[in-house]
């Protein structure tokens, strides 16, 4: 599977991204499709998740704020990020999960200015 982002940039402080990604290969037996995030000299960590079903799942830092949403028909993913935060600068990176194997995005960089 091959997955590509797009949609990353500079923004101010409190503005909006879309970030989108394309996705392309075996995405019949795809499962769960997310965003993570890994700001530099930090972990990687989870943004958000969709099920083939449509349930989701963030992690706090962002509630209320992203949202994660995905068109089947296209085979894309998005993340609608608003009041976007200083903390929130990280290389965003597009994945999806089978349960048997991953794959993973480049990544697209996002920063955030105050």
């Known amino acids: 599977v091959q997955l590509v982002e797009s949609g990353g940039g500079l923004v101010q402080l409190g503005g909006s991204l879309r970030l989108s990604c394309a996705v392309s290969?075996?995405?019949?037996?795809?499962?769960?499709m997310g965003w993570y995030r890994q700001a530099p000299g930090k972990r990687r960590e989870l943004v958000a998740t969709?099920?083939?079903?449509?349930?989701?799942n963030y992690a706090d830092s962002v509630k209320g704020r992203f949202t994660i949403s995905r068109d089947n028909a296209k085979d894309m993913v998005y993340l609608q990020m608003n009041s976007l935060k200083p903390e929130d600068t990280a290389v965003y990176l597009c994945?999806?999960?089978?349960?048997?194997?991953?794959?993973w995005g480049q990544g697209i960089q996002v920063t955030v200015s105050s």
């Open positions: 994945a999806a999960h089978s349960g048997i194997w991953d794959g």
């Open positions: 969709i099920t083939s079903g449509g349930t989701t």
């Open positions: 290969g075996q995405t019949f037996s795809i499962n769960v």
